[in-house]
């Protein structure tokens, strides 16, 4: 028996080696090393495939200027102060031809009442998202969860800028507009959906909205605003550019230079990002003060100085009467 063993196994081994020297001789290549050889081609291809280069600006303006907001609620409430700061921030610098308003309730309060009237300035009546095409989505867990949909629904039916109500113009978006589409990380490995500016034929935002039937984890706070569309971004660059300091920097990490005595170089950024939630429930920098028309006068800090730009248009203190 263990002779007849070794026997065919002898008979394998000669066949092994008959076979190699005949796929050298013949020049026939084995199939499993063409195999490896053909993934290895088609890797590459891919790396040096020209869609797959990063993206760089048209010299036209890709996406029109207008501005949209989102604000949807169950009921009237107060329009916050940073809220208006937000939108005059947005009036005042980008210029825009609209300012949309898209909303189930109009908010209330004097700030509301501020930038309800200015000449761009357009209330557009709007039910959050139930369905995408056709198909149901989620109940929203958040405050966010609607509008987080939204906002990508929005600009592809319009095109234009998205912006968070916590978000502070700092400088024109006119580099930004020469991009089929743009964002900003809040991380090394995560974007954030606070400011998104688009155009809408962007194919990217019809990848990301189908994040929210096929992969829509609305218990994960910003997976979908933020993690998915920098999935995105790392797989397709050549559909979006993803600014790494002059949105969301400083970021959550670093409340201390906006809302604390650190001082930033605000201006060379496009927008600035409050992270007014967390500032509000975590940061040692709040004081259980919150910020007004009066107060912004004296507030140190890089907060006081954006604020004071906007409504005054002064940014030091002693400058503001």
């Avoid at 969860?145 to 906002?151: A, L």
Wanted: charged share 20%.
């Amino acid at each position: 028996m263990k002779q007849m063993v070794r026997c065919v196994l002898l008979v394998l081994a000669v066949n092994a080696v008959l076979i190699f020297v005949g796929f050298k001789r013949f020049g026939i290549n084995d199939p499993c090393h063409e195999k490896e050889s053909e993934q290895k081609a088609v890797e590459e291809s891919f790396r040096n495939h020209p869609l797959n280069h990063t993206l760089t600006p048209s010299s036209e303006f890709l996406v029109p200027n207008i501005v949209h907001y989102i604000w949807y609620s169950t009921q009237s409430v107060p329009f916050l102060f940073h809220h208006m700061l937000s939108v005059l921030s947005a009036h005042n610098i980008l210029r825009p031809e609209i300012i949309y308003f898209h909303t189930n309730n109009e908010p209330n309060g004097p700030y509301w009442e501020r930038i309800r009237h200015l000449s761009n300035f357009k209330i557009n009546k709007r039910e959050p998202p139930t369905t995408l095409f056709g198909e149901k989505v989620k109940k929203a867990i958040y405050n966010t969860s609607h509008s987080n949909i939204d906002r990508v629904k929005v600009l592809m039916e319009y095109g234009g800028i998205y912006l968070d109500f916590d978000v502070l113009v700092c400088s024109s978006f006119d580099d930004l507009r020469r991009y089929p589409c743009a964002m900003g990380l809040e991380a090394k490995t995560k974007a954030c959906g606070n400011v998104i500016v688009c155009s809408k034929q962007s194919p990217f935002l019809l990848l990301w909205i189908n994040a929210y039937l096929d992969d829509y984890r609305i218990e994960a706070w910003a997976y979908n605003s933020g993690q998915v569309p920098f999935n995105l971004a790392r797989r397709f660059p050549h559909l979006i550019h993803m600014d790494k300091d002059r949105i969301n920097r400083p970021n959550f990490n670093e409340l201390g230079k906006i809302w604390g005595p650190e001082k930033f170089a605000w201006k060379n950024n496009y927008a600035i990002h409050l992270w007014y939630g967390l500032w509000k429930r975590y940061s040692k920098y709040y004081r259980r003060v919150e910020p007004n028309e009066k107060n912004i006068k004296t507030w140190n800090g890089t907060f006081g100085e954006i604020a004071r730009s906007i409504l005054y248009n002064a940014e030091n203190i002693a400058e503001v009467h």
